[in-house]
């Protein structure tokens, strides 16, 4: 009877010492995913008398879906009239907005005929469905900023990190 007991209490030390070694390497195995940013610049475009330079940033989550993005786009315009009237347009856009996921702002410089206009959307992660989850991939924003010819720039993770 000693004999047995004394097998099953080195058992159960043995078990105990072998599941704490293997909940310590599964410790070191966990994926150390952390949030991050990915800023892509495009290439700069002319349309109609319009010289456009656009930046976007991403902001994503530690399961590297977008949770923030940010557009600013500069626009610097050849003709006083078409200037005016995109201005105006955008004050309206920047002024009626309620969402409050959804921000604008817009700076302007009426001597350079310039207008800065910013778009922030947030909270983009908590609002994925099935069907956009896979747009909303880091990998999937990654390439096609890629094949739109954009420079990106990651910051707090490395190109070869991103799923």
């Known amino acids: 009877m000693k004999k047995n007991l004394l097998a099953i209490l080195l058992a159960g030390v043995l078990c105990l010492t072998l599941t704490a070694c293997g909940n310590e390497e599964k410790k070191e195995q966990v994926d150390n995913s952390k949030p ?46 078409v200037y005016k009237e995109y201005k105006k347009e955008q004050q309206e856009t920047v002024k009626d907005t309620s969402n409050p996921d959804v921000t604008y702002d817009l700076q302007f410089d009426d001597s350079k005929k310039t207008l800065v206009f910013k ?21 999937t924003l990654l390439k096609s900023n890629e094949e739109l010819k954009a420079t990106c720039t990651l910051d707090g993770i490395t190109k070869e990190e991103i799923k």
């Open 36 to 81: 991050f940013t990915m800023t892509c610049v495009a290439e700069k475009e002319e349309f109609d008398g319009i010289d456009i330079d656009s930046v976007i940033t991403y902001s994503f989550n530690k399961d590297q879906y977008v949770e923030k993005y940010e557009t600013v786009i500069t626009e610097v315009f050849k003709d006083k009239k």
């Open 119 to 139: 778009m922030t959307i947030t909270n983009i992660d908590k609002n994925l469905t099935d069907e956009n989850k896979e747009n909303a991939k880091a990998s």
